[in-house]
């Protein structure tokens, strides 16, 4: 079955302690990228990543790293976490140039205290 | 960056058409337009997408205006099922450059049975 798959869906950590929230895909896809959903402000793009070893900033990049290591993986890593980052992310991919709609994953639940 | 405008929510009764808008005035000839839906506690779902003619799928039909700066989706007949957050992004088709997506906070729908 064709998916995005995040890992975990639900986290809950202290403030500072580095963490890695994985997203794989099974469609060999070019693009993938993370959002952040927040009550009130819809989702916002963090990074996105056009293929392997490139990846570029979002609207909200700020605390957050990425890396594309390979074309089914794209980690989402959190250094230091604050409080601040608590929210819903999401990580979604897709194939490039062809206009094609995106396959999103299911979705991780961060706490951070 | 390409943004697109909608209503914050609408409200329909079961079994009756629904019909979203989309206003996107700053749209270039390349952009395919996108909808997307997102259940409760779920991730966004793609429902479709197009770029000048109109497009009809299993799940909805999309009718873009002649002149491309809006859109609307069409829900032939509202379940209940279809209370969801409604987004409408553009997408730049043939980029392989850059994929910078602005989501927005989308139409809350709304079914009454």
């Known amino acids: 079955e064709a998916q995005v798959t995040q890992n975990p869906r639900y986290l809950i950590t202290v403030t500072g302690k580095k963490l890695t929230v994985t997203c794989s895909q099974n469609?060999?896809?070019?693009?993938m990228s993370w959002y952040r959903q927040d009550p009130g402000l819809g989702l916002r793009q963090i990074y996105y990543s056009m293929n392997v070893e490139v990846t570029d900033k979002g609207d909200v990049p700020e605390g957050y790293k990425v890396s594309r290591k390979e074309k089914r993986n794209f980690p989402l890593i959190l250094e230091s976490p604050s409080p601040n980052q608590t929210s819903l992310y999401f990580c979604a991919s897709s194939l490039l140039g062809t206009g094609d709609g995106y396959t999103f994953g299911s979705g991780t639940r961060l706490t951070v205290v | 960056d390409a943004k697109t405008t909608q209503p914050n929510s609408m409200e329909s009764n079961e079994e009756e058409p629904v019909h979203l808008p989309c206003n996107h005035s700053t749209i270039s000839g390349t952009d395919y337009i996108h909808w997307y839906r997102q259940l409760p506690s779920q991730g966004p779902e793609y429902v479709i997408h197009g770029l000048t003619s109109n497009v009809n799928n299993r799940m909805a039909s999309l009718a873009i205006a002649e002149d491309r700066k809006s859109s609307t989706l069409i829900l032939h007949r509202a379940t209940l099922r279809d209370a969801a957050v409604y987004y409408c992004?553009?997408?730049?088709?043939?980029?392989?450059?850059?994929?910078?997506?602005?989501f927005g906070t989308g139409t809350r729908l709304q079914v009454f049975p």
């Open positions: 469609m060999n896809h070019e693009y």
């Open positions: 992004i553009l997408r730049d088709g043939p980029s392989y450059n850059t994929d910078k997506l602005i």
